[in-house]
């Protein structure tokens, strides 16, 4: 039998679970703004150019390259900014920088308004795309800490098909300024939402301020025992660690982690996952297939990215990271071994059948594993002193390798054709699998204190 404490205390769990849901799914707007930023513009790049006779290729490049260099820099500036004043306010502040840049885009009356309103963009993409995750991890519980992380690589993924969609849409009406305008939407709906969730309660005990994160954590948690126990985790880690500087950023015993961090960064970028994303339709274009195949496989590629990113969340928490992300690499490898086999052949007729399963293969298989798993990893495996500083680096690096993809992608296929870039960048997959296999830990169902504790020793 059921007694009336039970029923209370189903309540108040179902409460809790709402309240970690609702403030996870609010911040993961952020990554439609982070999706949506960076996937619109491959399809309005044409009419841009002509606004502002964009002729030589370089400029038109610039478009692409000014919003990630800018990304770079938001996520290293915003890394303090996070520690500092927390991951609330930081978030909030981001909003703010978001509505600013958007606006100076769409009204842009001269090319250098435009210019600088791509690079406050990409300040915002930047800065969002690692306090999201950060302030999710230490908000949700262990247990369910990677499906709600994760809902911030859902959202990017919604956010690059509708923009996808938007900017094929919009196409040849010349409308870009509507199509860039629309992420005013999210922008708005992150700053008005942040505002009313909780800050991070492990950030407000190490500030010192435990009765305000035994009051979030309330809110959040079913039992008084799990508060205690994690207010006084934190407060140990917090009473071993100094204050978090960057001189901690080079200790030794956080060497392994910031490496770790950085590579998967990397990796998640250098295997190619923009060159399908950005250019897909281009590319496809271009060796052959028509406008109307061409949207097609923009839909097949957007909506496989988005079907398997839920795919992930379900199981990211049961079966573990691990398993997730070496299964769903060997399938990029052999997504991208197809793809160069396709060029090879050509795609024509079934050739372009077969082309496209290779694409949604390979961005199925990374919808699985590095796409979510990278950043809800940059969120776990760094001590707390140090989490926002470091995870900022790390996604400053994931930056700085999309630049540099998408600068030469376009470049290495013209100098060795299609199918050797593709065996390349299978070649690179395979690498990147050897590295995960012998490094990445497996921290499912830990507590972030654990995992900080089991990456020190
Ligand atoms: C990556 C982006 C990529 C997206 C594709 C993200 O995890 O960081 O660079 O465009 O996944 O879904």
Same mark, same amino acid.
């Given at each position: 039998m059921t007694s009336v404490a039970d029923t209370e205390q189903a309540t108040l769990t179902r409460q809790h679970h709402r309240a970690v849901t609702r403030a996870a799914v609010l911040t993961a707007v952020g990554g439609i703004l982070f999706g949506y930023d960076t996937g619109v513009v491959g399809g309005v790049l044409p009419n841009i150019a002509t606004s502002f006779a964009l002729t030589n290729p370089f400029d038109k490049g610039l478009v692409v390259a000014i919003l990630l260099a800018g990304a770079a820099v938001g996520a290293l500036a915003a890394g303090r900014i996070a520690d500092q004043i927390g991951r609330r306010r930081a978030i909030f502040i981001i909003s703010v920088v978001f509505v600013l840049g958007l606006l100076a885009s769409s009204f842009a009356p001269a090319l250098w308004v435009f210019w600088v309103s791509r690079f406050v963009i990409g300040l915002g993409v930047g800065a969002t795309s690692f306090v999201v995750p950060l302030y999710i991890g230490e908000i949700a519980p262990p247990n369910r800490r990677g499906a709600l992380v994760s809902l911030n690589q859902l959202s990017i993924t919604i956010g690059i098909l509708v923009s996808q969609l938007v900017a094929y849409f919009l196409? @040849?009406? @010349?409308?870009w300024r509507v199509s860039v305008g629309l992420a005013l939407v999210p922008a708005v709906v992150l700053g008005l939402g942040i505002a009313r969730e909780p800050e991070s309660p492990a950030w407000l005990v190490r500030q010192g301020r435990e009765d305000e994160a035994r009051d979030v954590l309330a809110q959040l948690r079913d039992s008084a025992d799990e508060i205690d126990d994690e207010v006084q985790k934190v407060r140990e880690t917090a009473r071993e660690e100094?204050? @978090?500087s960057i001189g901690d950023l080079l200790d030794r015993r956080l060497r392994p982690a910031l490496m770790l961090g950085i590579v998967l960064a990397v990796i998640q970028q250098i295997t190619g996952i923009n060159t399908v994303i950005y250019f897909a339709p281009t590319v496809l274009q271009e060796a052959g297939l028509g406008r109307s195949a061409s949207l097609l496989a923009l839909v097949v590629v957007g909506v496989t990215n988005v079907l398997m990113t839920v795919v992930a969340i379900r199981y990211l928490d049961r079966v573990g990271r691990r398993p997730l992300l070496i299964g769903g690499m060997a399938g990029m490898i052999v997504g991208l071994a197809a793809l160069a086999a396709a060029f090879a052949i050509g795609i024509h007729g079934s050739g372009a059948v077969f082309a496209t399963i290779a694409l949604a293969v390979y961005v199925g298989a990374f919808a699985v594993s590095l796409g979510p798993i990278v950043w809800l990893l940059i969120a776990e495996i760094f001590p707390l002193r140090v989490r926002g500083q470091a995870a900022s680096i790390a996604t400053m690096a994931n930056w700085a390798a999309n630049l540099v993809v998408a600068v030469s992608y376009l470049s290495i296929i013209s100098a060795i054709g299609r199918t050797a870039t593709f065996v390349s960048y299978a070649v690179v997959t395979v690498l990147s699998l050897i590295y995960v296999l012998a490094k990445v830990p497996e921290t499912k169902g830990m507590t972030l204190t654990e995992v900080e504790a089991e990456l020190a020793a």
């Open positions: 196409a @040849g009406h @010349g409308d100094s204050r @978090g």
